[in-house]
C-alpha cells in the first residue's frame, strides 16, 4: 500500500503536458497515416524508433488532428507520413524522393535529405503544445 502512495505522489509531481499535431494539405483520405513523436535525436526521424506513434487508420479529411496525452515535459520533434496504399512504409522513386506525403514539425522541408532533430524540435515545457504542419508532395 505505501509503495503504491508513494508511486502515485511521484506521478503526480511529472510535469507532463499534451502534443497536439495538425496536418493539413493531404491530398487524399486513402491509406492511413503515420504520425510520430521523437524524443532524442539520434533516433530521428527513422521508423520504428520513435518515442510515441499514432496511426490514423480511417483519415476523415483533409486536415487531421491528433493528441498526445500525458507527455512529459522535454524537446520533440514530428514525423508524418501519408501511407496511401498501406504498404506499411513510405515510397520512393530511383532517387530516394518520397513519392507519399510526409511533413515534419516546425514546417521543416528538407531539401536534399532528412531533416536533423534541430530542424524540427520544440519545446513543450507546460501544459500544451500545439504544432500545425502542411504536408509535402
Not at 514530428?78 to 514539425?105: L, Q, V
Request: one cysteine or more; proline letters at 4%.
Amino acid at each position: 500500500m505505501l509503495v503504491n502512495v508513494i508511486s502515485l505522489f511521484f506521478l503526480f509531481l511529472m510535469n507532463t503536458g499534451t502534443v497536439v499535431i495538425e496536418v493539413n494539405g493531404l491530398k487524399n483520405t486513402d491509406g492511413q497515416l503515420f504520425i510520430s513523436l521523437y524524443n532524442d535525436a539520434d533516433d530521428f526521424p527513422e521508423v520504428d524508433k520513435e518515442y510515441l506513434i499514432i496511426v490514423v487508420d480511417s483519415i476523415p479529411g483533409t486536415t487531421v488532428t491528433v493528441r498526445f496525452e500525458d507527455i512529459p515535459y522535454g524537446d520533440y520533434a514530428m514525423a508524418m507520413f501519408h501511407d496511401e496504399n498501406r504498404s506499411g512504409e513510405i515510397d520512393k522513386n530511383f532517387f530516394g524522393i518520397p513519392k507519399e506525403g510526409y511533413c515534419f514539425s516546425k514546417n521543416f522541408k528538407p531539401v536534399l535529405s532528412a531533416p536533423d532533430f534541430g530542424d524540427c524540435s520544440f519545446t513543450l515545457d507546460s501544459g500544451s503544445v500545439i504544432m500545425v504542419s502542411k504536408v509535402i508532395n
